[in-house]
C-alpha cells in the first residue's frame, strides 16, 4: 500500500504553506484570501455569513465538532455587547498540532477567519487564546495583525464598512483544560480556568458576561474560503455523504512520516496511514491509532477502511476530536501507552470535581498494576465501573480521559488479559 | 410550580427549586459536600447524584444542578446512583486520613456519615495517601488539609459569600489546597464559619479542641448578644464551662452564619476572672449577709431622703426579663430610673428608632438580602453588627446599589459608594431625598435620588445610638416611610447599640439615662444606685465627673457577671449568671422577640476546680461557684427584703409597660412564636412633630465608635479576639491631619481638661473631613472627651512621635 | 525591585485595558522574567498592580505550568512525556537528561544553569521526541543532540 501513488486532493487551508516561512499577505490576498470578507462587509448582512456556515455544516474542528453557524446562531439579536470571539489556539490534546502549523502557514487566513466570525456574531473583539508553548505562533499573529490593521483588514472602519474589530493575543500560563470553552473564558479573564458547566451557554453570557463565540482555529480559518466558494463548494471536498470541507489530519506515532495532512473529510484511516504518513515505520503492522487525539478510543485495525470524518466514526462509536491520528504497531503495549495517557489526565484535571480529580489517578493505578502483571480480573473490573462512572463528571474532561480506557477493554481484551494471566506486560 | 415525583413521593416546589431541594422537602436528604443553600450549587463533589427516570432529563445526574420540572422521575435509590455515589465516597476517602478519633469534627463529621451511610466500609485503595502541609490561621480557626475532600465551600463562602480575599484554592488536580498565600492569621470577621460549613475537619474550632467530643457537649440553642442583632447560636457546655459557639440556623435572622465576635466572644463566662462571691466593700462576704446589708442601707437611704433618692441604672446586654424587674422595681417604689443608656442624645436617638420601626417598614436580616438599593446612613456595619454588613453584601451580589453616608471610614466587604458626611450633615442628606419629590434633591445627591426613585426594595439601614442623632433617625425613618407611601417595598433597619436596646427603649424609665441621672446624684437628691448589668465606669465618656459623683453616693450596689471598674467600685456587689445559665428574652434590631433556655447550670468549671486533675478527686454534693442568681431574681430578692417591698416573679410582665401585657416569655419562642415580633404599630401614623435642625458642628468633632474587637462589653475580655485586635488608632483625613501636622503612622496625643491619651494616626480620604474618629477601646482611656461626639474646641492635639516629632 | 521601565509599561497596559484583570498572566509572566522565577514579591507585586490579593494571584500562579513558584535555573527544561514522546523514548531521554545532569525531575542543577521538568504534550508530536528549553522547542531527539545541546548552552551562559 505505500508504493502506491500519493493522491492528489485540493489544498485549500494548506495551500500557502511553505516548508520554512510563514505566507504573507500578498500571497494570501493573491490565493483568493479576504476576498470573503470583502463581499461579506459589501453585503452588510451578518446573519448571512451564519446561514452559509450552518449550510456548509462546518463542524467545530477543536474536537467536540458542534456546528460553527449553530453556534453564531445561538446569541440573541437583542443580546447586549460587546460580543467577544475568542480563537482557541491553545490546542493542548496530545498527538494535535494543527493550529500551529496553520498559523505557521498562513495567518491571514485565521485573521480573516475571525473577522468574518466576529462580523458575524456582530463582535468588537477578537482575542487569540494560545498556548505558551506556541510563543513563537503568538508573535507571528501580533506581528500579522498589524499588518493586517495597516492595511485596513483589522481595527477600526475595516475595509471601509463602518464594522470595527480589535484582535489581541492573550498568551495562556498552560493548562490543558483552558483548551475548553467554559475554562478558557474563566483563564481569560483572569480566575482559576475550571469549566463552567451550562447554562448560560458563552453565547448568551460568556466572556465579561457578555455574548462570546469560542471557535477553534481551524474552524476559523475554514471560514473565509467557504464565504468565498460557498456552502455547496465546502460540502463537495469531502469524500462522503455527511462530511464536509477538508480536515487537517495531525499523523504522529510509528508511521514514517509524521506531520500535518490536509485530506479531504472521509479519507479512509488506512489512505492517511499508508499513502500519505509513508506507511508503518520499520516494517511494522497498524495495530491501532487513537483518531482524534488522547481523548478518543483506540481504532483497531479490523477499522482500518473506516472514512475519517464525524459520522462514520460515530456510527462505530468513535470520535473524530481533533483529528490527531497516533498510530501504534504491532511491538506496543497498549496497556503502557494507556498508563502513559491515564498519566496525562491525572496530571491536567483542573481539580474541580471528585471524578476526575480523585477517581483519574485511582484508574491510573489500577491500570499500572495490570501492566505491572500484579492486576486480577477483580482489578479489570473495577477498572470498567470507574470508567462508566466517569461519565458522571463535571465536564468531558473525565469521559474523555477514559475513552482510551475504555476502548482498550473493548477492542483489547484480551491484551490486558495477557498482563493477568502472564503477571507481567507480554510486551516486555 | 414544577410536580415532580422523587422516590415514588410526589412534590410540588416553586419554580427554581433544586431537585436536591425539592427531596428535602418531602424529607429526603440527598448526601452533598459542595452544595450548601447559602452558597448554592457548583456540581463539583458529585455526591448528589440521583437517577433521572422521566421528563427532561435522562440517567444518573447531579441533584444540585438540575431545578425541579413537571414530569420528572426521580430515584435515589437506583443501584446504578447508588453505586457511583459509593465510588465518590471511595475517591474521597482514598486522601482521607483515618484520624476520625482525635479529629474535632467526629461525630458530626458529614465525610463521615456518608462514608458510612454511603456503604463505604473497606479500604480497596492500594496506594499512598497524598499529604499536605498546614498553616497557621490564626487563634480561632485550626487548619488540617489532610482531611480536605475539595468541596470548595471555604473558598466559596470565603471570597464569593463573605467578600475577603485572603483564602482560596491553590494548585491543580489532586494537589488542591485550601489556604492563604502565605501563614498568618484569617482578616474576615466571618472566618469561624469555615468551621460550621467544612464537610469535614479541615477547619477545626482550635479555641476549643481537644476539649471534648461533640457529643459529650451539652448543646443548648441560644441567642447571640454581643450586638443588637441577636442572631441564632448553638451553645456547647462541657464540665460547666461554655467552650465554643456554633452559629443555628435561622431563617429570618442569621441564615447560616454568625460573626467571630459573636462565636468568640464568651471567654467572660467561664473565666477565672469571673466574680463568684458577693462581696462587701471590698471583702467577700456570704450572698444572704450582702443582701441584708443592701436591703438595710436601702431602706436607711429612702427613710432619710425619700424613695426618690435611690436610682436604678441598667444596660442593653440584660435580658427583657431582668429589664421589666427593674422598671417594676422603680414604678412600686418610686425609685428613680431605670436609666438603661448612657446619654440624653444616646437614649433619644434609640428611642425615637424605636417608636418608628412600624409593622410594615421592619425588615429582617434575611429580607436585607433582597433590597436592591441599601442607603447607610450614620451606620458602620463591620463594626457595629458584623453580621449585617454580610446580609449587604448578599443584597449587592444581587445587584443591590449600597451607598454609605457616614463621616467614619466605613469599609464594607463589597462594593458600595461612600459619601463621607460629618454627624450634623447626614440627616440633611437624607432630608433632601425624604421630600415627596426628588427634583427638590441638591445637586450632589441628584444620583442617589433618582436611584431610589427607580429602585423598588430600597431599605434605609440606619445607626440609632451614640454616633447617629436623633435627627438622623428621624430622617431616615421619614425617607423610609416616603418611600413606602410611593409605592416601594421600603424597609427601615436601625442598627442599635447593644443586644437588648429595643427593649431598653420600652423599659427605660425616668430618667432614662445616667447623664441625666448624674445630674440629680450632683445636686445630691439620689442617693443611692443600684448597678445591674452595667458598667458606667467603663462606658461613660466622662469619666473624671462620674468619679467625683459616684463619691458622693451614700450607697452603690452592683450586681454583675464580669469583674468591672464599676463593680469593683462598689459598697456591696453580687455576681450574677450569664446569660447562659439564665437563659431569657432579648428584643432585636427589627422588635423580634428572642428566646433562649439556659445552656447550663453555672458554676465554676472543673478545669479550675479540679486542680488541674482530672476528674476532680474531691467529691462533693454541691456545685461550686452557684451563688449568682439571675440579675433579675436578685433585685427581687433585694427588693423583696425591704419593708413594704414587692415579691413578683420576674417572669410576670403584667403592669409593666401597656405593649406587653399578657406577654409571656415562654410563648415567645421565635420563628414560629405568638410573639415573634414585638407588638409594633401596624403602620405610620402623621408624622412626628418636626424637630430643629442640627446643631452644626462648628470646628469638626471626634467621635467615639465602636469596632469589631475591643470595644463591646462583654467580648473585649476573649484573650482569642484580643490577639485580633489591631492596635486602636485616631483615624482622620489626611487634609486634617495636615493641619496638626500629622501623617499617617505618627503618633500624636489628645487632651482634654480631663486627661490626655497617646495614639497613632491613620489617614483615610473616606473619613469626613473635619471629624476624628477614635475607637471606644478598651486599652484607651478614652473617658476624657466627655461626649461620644464632642467638639473638637474641648479638644487638644499634638504630635509626639514619627518624622520631625 | 521590578525596573522603572518594565513597572511603567505594565501599568499602561493595564491603564489601558478594559478589564485589567485579563492581564494577570502577562504581568506574572513579565514579573518571571525578571526575578527569574515567579517570587513571592513578585506574587505580591502582581497583585498590588491588579487590584487583586497575593493569594488571588496564587491561586492563578499555582494553576498554570509555566509559571514558575520555586527557583528555577537559566534554562528550563520541560521534557514532553506525552504518548507520543513516550512512544518514541522519552523515557530513556529522561533517564539520560537525568544521568547527565546528575539531578532528578523537578531539580535544578547546582551551578543553577537547569531545570528538568516534565511537560504534557508541547504539539510537537511531528518531531518526538521533543523538549522545550526556555520554551523554544528541540526535536526529534537523541541522546547525541541533547549532549550537543546542553554542551552549547553552557558554552553560551559562560
Redesign the interface.
Known amino acids: 500500500m505505500s508504493s502506491q501513488e500519493t493522491k492528489k486532493y485540493p489544498s485549500v487551508l494548506l495551500q500557502n504553506r511553505h516548508p520554512d516561512r510563514i505566507a504573507t499577505l500578498d500571497e494570501y490576498r493573491r490565493s483568493g484570501g479576504y476576498e470573503g470578507l470583502t463581499a461579506l462587509l459589501g453585503a452588510g448582512n451578518p446573519k448571512q455569513a451564519q446561514q452559509v456556515l450552518l449550510d456548509a455544516n462546518l463542524l467545530g474542528r477543536g474536537g467536540a465538532a458542534f456546528p460553527a453557524g449553530k453556534k453564531m446562531m445561538t446569541i440573541a439579536e437583542n443580546a447586549p455587547f460587546p460580543r467577544y470571539v475568542v480563537c482557541n489556539a491553545d490546542e493542548m490534546e496530545p498527538g494535535t498540532f494543527k493550529d500551529r502549523v496553520l498559523i505557521f502557514a498562513d495567518p491571514h487566513q485565521l485573521i480573516e477567519g475571525i473577522v468574518i466570525a466576529g462580523y458575524a456574531a456582530r463582535a468588537s473583539h477578537g482575542i487569540i487564546f494560545i498556548r505558551p508553548e506556541y510563543e513563537q505562533a503568538a508573535r507571528i499573529m501580533e506581528r500579522e495583525i498589524e499588518v493586517a490593521r495597516s492595511e485596513g483588514l483589522v481595527g477600526r472602519n475595516i475595509l471601509q464598512s463602518g464594522y470595527d474589530m480589535e484582535i489581541v493575543v492573550h498568551r495562556s500560563g498552560g493548562r490543558y483544560i483552558c483548551g475548553e470553552a467554559t475554562a478558557q473564558i474563566n483563564a481569560l479573564m483572569g480566575v482559576r480556568p475550571n469549566p463552567k458547566q451550562p447554562p448560560p451557554y458563552p453565547t448568551t453570557k460568556g466572556l465579561w458576561q457578555r455574548p462570546t463565540v469560542v471557535q477553534n482555529v481551524e474552524t476559523l480559518c475554514c471560514m473565509p474560503h467557504i464565504l468565498r466558494n460557498g456552502a455547496q463548494w465546502f460540502g463537495s471536498l469531502a469524500l462522503t455523504e455527511n462530511g464536509a470541507g477538508t480536515k487537517v489530519f495531525c499523523v504522529s506515532g510509528r508511521v514514517e512520516r509524521p506531520g500535518c495532512y490536509e485530506l479531504p473529510m472521509g479519507v479512509p484511516l488506512k489512505e492517511i496511514v499508508e499513502v500519505h504518513a509513508g506507511g508503518i515505520k520499520n516494517g511494522g503492522r497498524f495495530k491501532a491509532c487513537l483518531p482524534g487525539g488522547a481523548s478518543t478510543a483506540f481504532v483497531p485495525a479490523r477499522l482500518y477502511d473506516i472514512p475519517m470524518d464525524y459520522e462514520s466514526l460515530k456510527q462505530e462509536g468513535f470520535r473524530l476530536g481533533t483529528a490527531a491520528v497516533m498510530v501504534f504497531d504491532h511491538s506496543d503495549c497498549l496497556v503502557d501507552a494507556t498508563v502513559n495517557l491515564l498519566d496525562f489526565f491525572a496530571r491536567e484535571s483542573c481539580g474541580w470535581c471528585t471524578p476526575c480529580r480523585d477517581g483519574l489517578p485511582y484508574i491510573r493505578d489500577l491500570m499500572k498494576r495490570v501492566e505491572a502483571g500484579r492486576g486480577s480480573t477483580e482489578t479489570i473490573e473495577k477498572i470498567e465501573t470507574m470508567c462508566r462512572h466517569m461519565w458522571s463528571a463535571y465536564c468531558a474532561f473525565a469521559p474523555g480521559a477514559v475513552s482510551p480506557v475504555q476502548g482498550l477493554m473493548a477492542e483489547f481484551k484480551d491484551e490486558v488479559m495477557a498482563h493477568v494471566e502472564q503477571g507481567g506486560c507480554p510486551f516486555k | 410550580m414544577p410536580k415532580l415525583i422523587i422516590d415514588d413521593i410526589s412534590v410540588a416546589v416553586p419554580e427554581g427549586t433544586k431537585v436536591i431541594e425539592a427531596a428535602e422537602q418531602v424529607g429526603i436528604h440527598i448526601p452533598r459536600f459542595c452544595y450548601h443553600p447559602a452558597l448554592g450549587s457548583v456540581g463539583a463533589c458529585r455526591v448528589c447524584a440521583v437517577k433521572f427516570l422521566q421528563g427532561p432529563f435522562k440517567g444518573v445526574q447531579m441533584s444540585c444542578m438540575i431545578e425541579a420540572a413537571d414530569g420528572m422521575v426521580v430515584s435515589t435509590t437506583d443501584p446504578e446512583a447508588v453505586d457511583f455515589r459509593r465510588h465518590v465516597i471511595e475517591w474521597l476517602m482514598i486522601n482521607h486520613p483515618h484520624d476520625c478519633p482525635v479529629c474535632d469534627e467526629g461525630g458530626h463529621c458529614l465525610l463521615q456519615d456518608m462514608t458510612v451511610s454511603g456503604g463505604h466500609g473497606m479500604r480497596r485503595y492500594q496506594g499512598k495517601k497524598r499529604t499536605y502541609l498546614d498553616q497557621d490561621l490564626g487563634p480561632l480557626v485550626q487548619h488540617e488539609m489532610n482531611r480536605c475532600i475539595q468541596c470548595y465551600r471555604c473558598s466559596r463562602f470565603y471570597q464569593e459569600y463573605a467578600g475577603y480575599r485572603d483564602l482560596g484554592v491553590m494548585g491543580i488536580a489532586s494537589r488542591v489546597y485550601y489556604g492563604r498565600f502565605g501563614p498568618g492569621t484569617l482578616k474576615s470577621p466571618f472566618s469561624g464559619n469555615l468551621i460550621d460549613i467544612c464537610p469535614t475537619g479541615v477547619y477545626t474550632d482550635r479555641p476549643s479542641r481537644y476539649k471534648g467530643r461533640r457529643w459529650d457537649y451539652e448543646r443548648t440553642p441560644s441567642v447571640c448578644i454581643h450586638c443588637c442583632l441577636g442572631c441564632r447560636i448553638t451553645v456547647n457546655v462541657r464540665y460547666r464551662e461554655v467552650v465554643r459557639i456554633e452559629a443555628r440556623y435561622s431563617p429570618t435572622v442569621n441564615g447560616h452564619f454568625i460573626c467571630d465576635r459573636g462565636r468568640y466572644g464568651f471567654f467572660y463566662a467561664s473565666s477565672d476572672r469571673r466574680p463568684r462571691k458577693a462581696r462587701s466593700g471590698g471583702a467577700e462576704t456570704r450572698p444572704k449577709n450582702a443582701r441584708d446589708e443592701a436591703a438595710h442601707r436601702l431602706e436607711e437611704i429612702t427613710a432619710r431622703h425619700g424613695s426618690g433618692s435611690v436610682a436604678v441604672v441598667g444596660g442593653s446586654r440584660s435580658t427583657l426579663e431582668t429589664l421589666a424587674a427593674e422598671r417594676r422595681i422603680c414604678r412600686q417604689l418610686g425609685w428613680q430610673g431605670p436609666s438603661l443608656f448612657t446619654g440624653t442624645e444616646e437614649s433619644a436617638a434609640a428611642r425615637r428608632a424605636a417608636g418608628h420601626l412600624t409593622t410594615d417598614l421592619a425588615v429582617s436580616l434575611e429580607a436585607l438580602k433582597n433590597a436592591d438599593l441599601i442607603l447607610v446612613a450614620g451606620a458602620d456595619p463591620i463594626n457595629e453588627a458584623p453580621m449585617a454588613a454580610l446580609a449587604i453584601r448578599q443584597a449587592a451580589r444581587n445587584g443591590a446599589h449600597i451607598e454609605v453616608i457616614d463621616p467614619r471610614p466605613v469599609t464594607l466587604p463589597l462594593e458600595y459608594v461612600h459619601r463621607p458626611a460629618g454627624t450634623d450633615k447626614i440627616s440633611e442628606i437624607l432630608r433632601g431625598l425624604g421630600k415627596p419629590s426628588t427634583e427638590d434633591a441638591s445637586g450632589d445627591i441628584q444620583d442617589l435620588a433618582a436611584r431610589l426613585d427607580q429602585s423598588r426594595r430600597p431599605v434605609v439601614v440606619c445607626g440609632a445610638g451614640k454616633i447617629a442623632s436623633e435627627r438622623t433617625v428621624e430622617q431616615a425613618a421619614r425617607l423610609a416611610r416616603n418611600l413606602r407611601r410611593a409605592g416601594k417595598k421600603a424597609g427601615l433597619f436601625f442598627v442599635m447599640t447593644g443586644a437588648n436596646t429595643f427593649a431598653a427603649c420600652r423599659m427605660a424609665g425616668d430618667p432614662a439615662d445616667l447623664e441625666t441621672l448624674l445630674l440629680m446624684i450632683e445636686d445630691g437628691k439620689v442617693r443611692a444606685l443600684v448597678v445591674v448589668e452595667a458598667d458606667p465606669m467603663s462606658e461613660y465618656p466622662d469619666l473624671a465627673r462620674l468619679v467625683d459623683a459616684l463619691a458622693k453616693l451614700d450607697l452603690m450596689v452592683v450586681l454583675d457577671c464580669i469583674d468591672t471598674e464599676t463593680a469593683r467600685a462598689a459598697h456591696v456587689f453580687f455576681p450574677t449568671q450569664t446569660f447562659f445559665e439564665t437563659g431569657g428574652t432579648l428584643i432585636n434590631n427589627e422588635a423580634r422577640i428572642q428566646q433562649a433556655r439556659p445552656a447550663f447550670a453555672g458554676g465554676t468549671p472543673i478545669s479550675q476546680t479540679g486542680g488541674g486533675s482530672h476528674p476532680p478527686r474531691v467529691f462533693r454534693d454541691d456545685i461550686p461557684g452557684t451563688e449568682a442568681l439571675s440579675a433579675g431574681q436578685l433585685l427581687m430578692d433585694i427588693v423583696s427584703a425591704l419593708s413594704g417591698g414587692i415579691s413578683r416573679s420576674v417572669e410576670e410582665f403584667d403592669g409593666v409597660a401597656p405593649e406587653f401585657s399578657g406577654f409571656d416569655p415562654v410563648e415567645a419562642t421565635g420563628e414560629r412564636g405568638t410573639w415573634a415580633k414585638l407588638p409594633l404599630r401596624t403602620a405610620a401614623g402623621p408624622d412626628s412633630p418636626q424637630m430643629g435642625g442640627e446643631t452644626p458642628i462648628k470646628k469638626g468633632e471626634l467621635l467615639l465608635v465602636e469596632s469589631v474587637y475591643g470595644t463591646e462589653a462583654l467580648s473585649r475580655s476573649s484573650p482569642w479576639l484580643q490577639e485580633l485586635e489591631s492596635e486602636p488608632a485616631l483615624t482622620l483625613h489626611p487634609e486634617d491631619a495636615s493641619r496638626w501636622g500629622l501623617q499617617h503612622g505618627d503618633r500624636c496625643e489628645l487632651s482634654t481638661e480631663a486627661g490626655a491619651l497617646t495614639v497613632p494616626v491613620h489617614t483615610s480620604r473616606s473619613t469626613a473631613p473635619g471629624t476624628l474618629v477614635l475607637p471606644r477601646h478598651r486599652r484607651l482611656r478614652w473617658q476624657v472627651f466627655q461626649h461620644f461626639r464632642s467638639g473638637l474646641d474641648t479638644v487638644r492635639i499634638r504630635k509626639t512621635g514619627g518624622e520631625g516629632a | 525591585m521590578i525596573p522603572e521601565p518594565t513597572l511603567s509599561h505594565l501599568k499602561d497596559r493595564i491603564a489601558a485595558a478594559?478589564?485589567p484583570?485579563?492581564?494577570?498572566?502577562?504581568v506574572?509572566?513579565a514579573l518571571q522574567e525578571h526575578y527569574g522565577y515567579l517570587s513571592?514579591e513578585a506574587?505580591e507585586t502582581t497583585g498590588a498592580l491588579?487590584g487583586?490579593?497575593?493569594?488571588?494571584v496564587?491561586?492563578?500562579a499555582?494553576?498554570?505550568?509555566?509559571?514558575y513558584r520555586e527557583p528555577v535555573g537559566r534554562y528550563v527544561i520541560h521534557l514532553c512525556?506525552?504518548?507520543?514522546c513516550?512512544?518514541d523514548g522519552a523515557e530513556s531521554l529522561r533517564d539520560h537528561l537525568c544521568r547527565k545532569l546528575k539531578i532528578e525531575m523537578g531539580r535544578t542543577t547546582p551551578d543553577g544553569l537547569f531545570t528538568l521538568l516534565p511537560?504534557?504534550?508541547?504539539?510537537?508530536?511531528?518531531?518526538?521526541p521533543a523538549m522545550?528549553v526556555n520554551?523554544k522547542?528541540y526535536g526529534p531527539l537523541t541522546p547525541e543532540k541533547v549532549d550537543e545541546l546542553l554542551e552549547k548552552l553552557k558554552q553560551e551562559s559562560e
Do not use: A, K, N
Open positions: 478594559d478589564h484583570r485579563e492581564l494577570v498572566v502577562d506574572m509572566f513571592d506574587v491588579l487583586m490579593s497575593p493569594l488571588q496564587e491561586e492563578l499555582t494553576f498554570y505550568t509555566f509559571l512525556d506525552s504518548v507520543i513516550w512512544l511537560v504534557c504534550c508541547i504539539g510537537y508530536c511531528d518531531r518526538s522545550l520554551r522547542v
